[in-house]
């Protein structure tokens, strides 16, 4: 046979694993959609999926390219990968691990594509898979460990700066006394939520507006500090608001206040990214 004759389609086989994994991890899927509609957190879940799909969609060049000129050879570690997710799904839902069952998921993804396509296949998908990431929620024990400190972070700094602008606050812990109310920065005013938003966009900005590898890393590094600013901005915000009307601090102005600091976070996001861009243009 010539090296470069095309190898038998491999289609049926890769319909087979995918209807399988699909059966295997049903209930978790379905239960990880239920947290998309129900966790605010995780409300960008629904998104990832679209993107992820076109990404993929965006490579089927490539990936056209490898079946037909022969190098996606199969690899059996693969098989090994996927067998290893299906332990790891079996341990996480006998642990009641949520985390670590659903993650298994995208182990044995992995497995699967590494198995029926190589590691050439799996090099070019490497990015969308990394994507997936986002599908899943913070593993609890994690969550609790950040949200804390972020919360008195946020408060401290509303403090600082209210009392610097003439607005007298006491603060114990992430209650903040003001005049007229009390403001608790609670669990959703973390931060939490638009760092993983922020986090998901960073990547999603940079892949297409940015053909450098590193400016990704680099833009989902700057995602930390701008998310935490941001949080902190909208408490100091809600906090100077109150002062004025007491039902400023709640409801639907508290939510679209939320989404106009989000966007300006998007714009510093942008921001860094041409700050990067001038700088490397200039060394």
Known sequence: MNKNTVPPSLMPLALLQGALLLACYAPLLAGLARQWR????????????????????????????????????????????????AAQMLLGTLAAQVFIARTAFLVSLVGALLFLGGTRTLRILAFPLLLLLFLFPIPAIVYARFTLPLQIFASATAETILNWIGIPVLRDGNILELAHQRLSVVEACSGIRSLLSLSFLA???????????????????????????????????????????????????????????????????IAVHQLCRNVRRLS
């Open 203 to 269: 990547l999603i900005y940079a892949y297409f507006f940015d053909q450098k590898v590193w400016m990704r890393w680099a833009l989902l590094a700057a995602t930390i500090p701008i998310a935490i600013a941001a949080n902190a901005a909208r408490v100091t915000l809600t906090g100077v608001l109150s002062e004025y009307s007491a039902g400023l601090a709640h409801g639907a102005f508290h939510l679209f206040e939320g989404w106009v600091l989000f966007i300006v976070a998007l714009g510093l996001l």
């Open 38 to 85: 129900t966790d605010q957190d995780m409300s960008h879940g629904f998104f990832v999926l679209p993107v992820v799909a076109y990404v993929v969609w965006r490579r089927r060049a490539e990936l056209k390219a490898i079946t037909q000129l022969g190098k996606g050879a199969p690899n059996w570690w693969g098989f090994a990968i996927a067998v290893g997710g």
